[in-house]
């Protein structure tokens, strides 16, 4: 068997090897940015959520009869910035 | 230890072997060199014989000393037991100059054959070595054998061959063309072609010029001498021939003197002289016997019986005739010219298999190149394959890797402001609320607190009980401020759409308050639905609209009160009309019409009031968006 036969196999093999190094690296990373993402969506939506309470319920406000106290919500899950 | 003991050892006998070595060199140099001692070094040396190459090393001086001693069976014997041992360690220069002084043993014997066999074997050693000059000189011994062997034709093709390979040659040797060109010379000489003899031996006058060594010169002279003798040219034969002679005598070439002497006798005898002749034939004699040349030998014989012959002395003619003959005879028999051309078929073949086999390696070695060239091609094409995969990988790793970065860093941005302004609004909400509840109650507190006054005081007159009631009202205005400002303060913005709604609540109230009155609530419908006010700026329009509304139906028995809004060029305009009592706008206002005043202040905008006693009240307030 000539010596350049053995060089393509060991080429075929170490590109197979690399392409499945790095393809399940980059689904790793794939993976770990999903959940990354999730996360800071779901606190964004959240947030979100929080705001949209606070409106709703500032849109309460009647001004003929000054019913503040029902507009203004408290919501203790949110803390108070440092 | 063990380890530090055995590399001790390995070096003790290095070193001793290294200098058994050195001992054995030192002492056969001496037994050749100290020809007196020479029998005592080499008994001595032949003790520290161990090894093959010893044993070579040994034999070959062994041959060279008994060489130089003219002892031709001694120096055959030696000559045939180290030429198999250099053989097997393939010494290839040593082993070509033991074929070549073999070969002139045997060529001084008259055993041409075996002559040529040594010569053709050195010279198979020389064209291993690549040693050009060697391959010339080899050619050139060739040709001085078929000269000896009386086959000048063949004489003549080695000579030029040998010509022809050191003129081709890059470390052109010039010596080795005189000897070539000589060999040229002799053969055309005896081959009876004068011309073409004299013609190659001028020649090397010509090169001998570019040679230091003046041992050329002695044969080169002779051999002119020998070929001007021949063509009867005796005065000038002689002349050159003396000058060859003086040369030989210094070198002491027994061979050339010879030939000179006998050159002399002939042309002493030619010339009359045939005591001078006999003389010089004496002097032939002597030195063809000392050079042990067989060759020569036979030319002085043929020589002296053609000189008896002329002085008319048959009886001696015959007998030198007669031993020529038999010299003649021993080399020129059909069985011994059988074999050399059984010795030239034979190299010429071994020479023709060589060259096949060479040209095999050669095709074995470019197949070998071949390959190695292609094992470099693809292993360095794969090596590129591999990098540059490897690259395109990690480059596209790494732009997934930005990309997924630049998205978690907008994501991570965007979450920190929403989360601040979450936590903001939060904050300032709680704040409201406790505005709200501390402030309020306590105006409320002051509020119930003027109402008790007002009860505990009911005989207080008209004065003290108006102030009282203007500051309980007063205050519940201020209560309700103070919710109006928390409630714009925590919310950012108001949609024209819900103003419009809780402006049309108002009226449609108003309007179930009171159904005496004709209430008008009239929008443009060119607003846009998309417009938004702050929430301070729709608190304030409201708090317009509802002011000029209570004014009309508290104080001014208005029976139609109508509210339009309109946009014109992103100003908005509110008119409120009423058919009431109206007023002098030149008096003092009340706080009604005060509060409409700072209202339309704190929008920015233009206030007008249309008012007379009796016509009724038309209010317009323009402002920006």
């Known amino acids: 068997m000539p010596a350049y036969f053995y060089i393509l196999s060991g080429t075929e093999f170490l590109i197979a090897i690399l392409l499945f190094y790095f393809l399940r690296k980059r689904s790793k990373m794939k993976q770990l940015h999903w959940h990354e993402t999730q996360q800071l969506t779901r606190a964004i939506e959240l947030n979100s959520a929080q705001i949209q309470k606070r409106k709703t319920a500032l849109d309460t406000y009647q001004l003929m009869n000054y019913n503040l106290s029902e507009a203004l919500l408290v919501q203790p899950e949110i803390l108070s910035p440092n | 230890m063990r380890y530090i003991l055995l590399a001790i050892c390995g070096l003790f006998s290095s070193i001793i072997f290294a200098q058994n070595k050195t001992d054995l060199t030192i002492l056969l140099e001496k037994a050749f060199k100290i020809q007196d001692s020479s029998e005592y070094y080499f008994s001595a040396a032949r003790k520290l014989v161990t090894t093959k190459s010893d044993s070579a090393n040994y034999l070959y001086y062994k041959f060279y000393s008994v060489n130089r001693k003219n002892m031709v069976d001694s120096s055959l014997f030696y000559s045939n037991r180290v030429t198999s041992l250099l053989q097997d360690l393939d010494s290839l220069n040593r082993l070509r100059k033991v074929y070549y002084d073999t070969h002139r043993i045997y060529l001084n014997k008259g055993n041409y054959e075996e002559a040529l066999n040594g010569i053709q074997l050195a010279l198979s050693a020389a064209e291993r070595l690549k040693d050009t000059a060697m391959i010339s000189l080899h050619n050139s011994d060739k040709a001085i054998i078929y000269h000896d062997f009386e086959d000048y034709k063949k004489g003549v093709e080695y000579g030029k061959k040998a010509y022809s390979i050191m003129d081709r040659a890059t470390n052109k040797n010039y010596k080795y063309l005189i000897i070539a060109n000589n060999t040229i010379g002799i053969n055309y000489d005896d081959w009876k072609k004068p011309d073409s003899a004299l013609f190659y031996h001028y020649k090397n006058l010509e090169l001998l010029k570019k040679v230091d060594d003046s041992a050329y010169y002695g044969f080169v002279f002779n051999n002119i001498g020998n070929t001007l003798l021949k063509a009867k040219k005796y005065s000038e034969a002689k002349k050159i021939i003396n000058r060859s002679l003086v040369l030989n005598k210094i070198r002491n070439g027994d061979y050339n003197l010879a030939t000179n002497y006998t050159n002399l006798a002939t042309i002493a005898y030619e010339e009359g002289d045939y005591k001078l002749a006999k003389s010089h034939f004496l002097e032939a004699n002597n030195f063809a016997q000392k050079s042990k040349s067989i060759e020569k030998i036979r030319d002085v014989l043929q020589q002296e019986a053609w000189f008896y012959k002329k002085t008319g002395d048959f009886k001696r003619s015959l007998e030198k005739q007669e031993e020529f003959y038999v010299l003649r005879d021993s080399i020129f028999n059909d069985e011994r010219a059988q074999k050399v051309v059984e010795l030239e078929t034979k190299y010429e073949t071994e020479k023709k298999e060589r060259d096949l086999a060479q040209s095999r390696a050669n095709l074995a070695e470019r197949e070998l190149e071949v390959e190695q060239k292609n094992t470099m091609l693809f292993g360095s094409l794969g090596i590129i394959v591999v990098f540059g995969l490897v690259g395109y990988l990690f480059y596209n790793q790494q732009k997934l890797k930005h990309r997924q970065l630049v998205k978690e860093s907008a994501l991570k941005t965007a979450l920190a402001q929403i989360e601040t302004q979450n936590r903001l609004q939060e904050q300032r909400l709680r704040i409201s609320r406790d505005l709200h509840d501390n402030i309020g109650s306590q105006l409320t507190f002051i509020i119930s607190s003027i109402d008790s006054l007002k009860y505990g005081l009911k005989d207080a007159n008209d004065k003290v009980s108006s102030k009282l009631t203007s500051i309980s009202e007063f205050t519940t205005q201020t209560i309700y401020e103070l919710r ?55 608190m304030n329009v409201y708090r317009i609209i509802q002011e000029a509304m209570n004014n009309a139906l508290k104080y001014a028995n208005a029976s139609k009160i109508s509210v339009s809004i309109s946009e014109e060029n992103e100003v908005f305009n509110i008119e409120i009309i009423d058919d009431g009592a109206g007023f002098d706008t030149s008096l003092k206002n009340g706080n009604g019409l005060n509060n409409i005043k700072k209202r339309t202040a704190d929008l920015k905008g233009n206030l007008s009031i249309e008012s007379n006693n009796g016509v009724g009240t038309h209010i317009k307030v323009s402002f920006s968006i």
């Not at chain 2, 925590?490 to 004709?518: G, M, P």
């Open chain 2, 484 to 538: 109006d400002t928390i409630w714009a303060m925590n919310k950012n913005e108001i949609s024209w759409q819900d103003l419009q709604v809780r402006i049309s609540n108002f009226v449609e109230n108003a309007r179930k308050a009171d159904d005496k009155v004709a209430f008008t609530f009239w929008v443009d419908k060119n607003i846009s639905e998309d417009v938004r006010f702050t929430s301070m700026q729709g």
